[in-house]
């Protein structure tokens, strides 16, 4: 049934049993006693019209007095009476909590919606930051296609200059420049994805193909750091349902942690996925001095680096958007005998796609 039908067809309930408590107070020998049950009334309202709340409380309270006058009751204290007070109070006294939780709700709702456009926010402003750290990178990588799409224009042209023209020769080099042209397309496409602002996205993501998308971005900044990596991904992952870009963003956040704690001497950055249960579990791990056991508890909090030029941003900013997407990601402790730390995400399954 749609939302706005069924919100009507409640709202018509609420009607009916308003006049129907009023009929049977007025007009049966049930008199004020039913009239407590306007506090139904009252606390459907609080769900389905929070804004009048007073307003029916006041119509509820104004009903069960007239119905006593209708019974012919006036100014004598009896035993009618008293029932009558007492439904009084038990409606205006439901009536002013479901009002008081209601504003109460609607303050917490502002709160949390206002919390998570700054975490969002935040969320930008960091993975743009991440976007500078790796200019080196990017440039990089839009520079090699158009290096070749270059390279392949001026031997079509030397192709159509000879004496004899070579029109196989140049249709091999503009299909080569076309096949370049779509990798540097992909490249910006990665990035400006990167970049856009906007709201979080829900949909199966492939972990497989959002791993090497990751792993094409970093590769001259795994270069300059001297680090080597190694995916070692399961067959045939399901997708997890989330915010790709936001899924992207914690992937390159701790592989560029792997990587700075790794410098300058370099190594091994191994990035394994596979199943866990009814999800999926990825793990970065680096070969770096590893994370001193007095310190793992505190990688998640705000503003607290290991870095000396560090903002202590970016892990509790990786847990806020594996928290959102339902999983849990931890720092496991390092093993006696290996060097190196180890990050751990856990997320669920797509349920679009089971």
Known sequence: MPGSLRATLQKTVIVLLTVAIFAIDAFTPLDSAIAVMYVTVVLATAHLWPRHILAVTGLCLGLTLAAHFITGWFGVVNSSLARCAVSLAAIGTSGYLAHVGARATARLLQREESLRLSRQQLAHVTRVTTLGELAASIAHEVNQ????????????????????????????????????????????RRIRALARKGDASFAPVDVTDMVRDCAALLQRELASHGATLVLDIADGLPPVGGDRVQLQQVLINLLMNGMQAMAPRGGTLTLAAGRQGDGLRIAVSDEGPGIPDDQAGRLFEPFYSTKPDGMGMGLPICRSIVDAHGGRIAALPSRPDRRGATIEITLPASREAA
């Open 145 to 188: 296609p158009l290096a070749a799409i270059s390279a392949n224009g001026e031997a079509a042209l030397r192709w159509l200059r000879r004496p004899q023209p070579e029109p196989r020769e140049v249709e091999h080099a503009l299909q080569r420049m076309l096949s370049d042209t779509c990798r540097a397309s992909e490249v910006i």
